[in-house]
């Protein structure tokens, strides 16, 4: 399903990002923080609308050549950035949303843990599985 998962700080820095093929990963963190610059957008045009404020799921932010970008971002404006293969056309936007709501599962998790401290990065197990069910399994 996902070839890049990224978790991206309040303040603009990686706290997780994982890919398959890890061949690729600069081309894919490159990608993860082009995609903030969309995110920005999209949060400060939701600040206008009131209804539009609890929503966090951004949608589709952008579609490359290769892979199409979607966006996530958490009350604590912790984003997620979830990076698909393009030629996956199968995959509709409700298995998107869920994907993101355990991945916001998983983090709270995360954030739950008494010995983890906020803005360090990931490195838990049980986040690291939910993330390989996730990703495409390289062949």
Not at 76 to 87: C, G, T
Not at 114 to 120: E, I, L, S, T
Request: hydrophobic fraction near 40%; glycine fraction near 4%.
């Amino acid at each position: 399903m996902a070839v890049c998962i990224a978790v991206i700080a309040k303040e603009n820095y990686p706290l997780y990002i994982r890919s398959v093929p890890t061949q690729g990963e600069l081309k894919f963190h490159y990608t993860v923080h082009t995609s903030l610059d969309v995110v920005e957008e999209k949060i400060s045009g939701v600040g206008k609308a009131l209804a539009d404020q609890r929503e966090l799921y951004l949608g589709l932010l952008y579609p490359t050549e290769d892979y199409k970008v979607y966006g996530y971002v958490t009350n604590s404006k912790v984003k997620f950035v979830i990076v698909v293969d393009s030629s996956n056309a199968s995959l509709r936007d409700n298995e998107i949303r869920s994907m993101f709501r355990k991945l916001h599962n998983s983090f709270t998790d995360v954030m739950c843990n008494p010995f983890y401290n906020p803005g360090d990065p990931i490195q838990s197990k049980a986040f690291d599985s939910i993330v390989s069910a996730m990703m495409v399994q390289a062949s």
